[in-house]
């Protein structure tokens, strides 16, 4: 599954940003897409992983009830939308699928990331 991610960028705290990532066939290729992140200097984490056939979604705990997943299957897109940004939040975002079996966030595949800058 290829994945294309769009939408980072620069904002002030508090705001809003949505992040989309095209993954053409990705309800028949994968079980489970979602999102990571990385800071600079920092290890990867994981934000949001959705499995496509049953629905269940598992937020990091540092997004809860801030960020929320949804899909637009007509369109092989999956959105971030991404609410009440702080500037921790700063990182390149990352959509990834196939997720792992004792971790959820260890996603097999991922695309080239898009910067989301909270200041």
């Known amino acids: 599954v290829q994945l294309v991610e769009s939408g980072g960028g620069s904002v002030q705290a508090g705001g809003s940003l949505r992040l989309s990532c095209v993954a053409p066939g990705y309800t028949h290729g994968t079980n489970c897409i979602g999102w990571f992140r990385q800071a600079a200097g920092k290890e990867r984490e994981g934000v949001v992983a959705k499995y496509t056939n049953g629905g269940s979604i598992y937020y990091a705990d540092s997004v809860k009830g801030r960020f929320t997943i949804f899909q637009d299957n007509a369109k092989d897109t999956v959105h971030l939308q991404m609410n009440s940004l702080k500037p921790e939040d700063t990182a390149t975002y990352y959509c990834?699928?196939?997720?792992?079996?004792?971790?959820?966030?260890?996603?097999?595949?991922w695309g080239q990331g898009t910067q989301v800058t909270v200041s």
């Open positions: 990834a699928e196939g997720c792992g079996e004792n971790d959820v966030f260890d996603f097999e595949d």
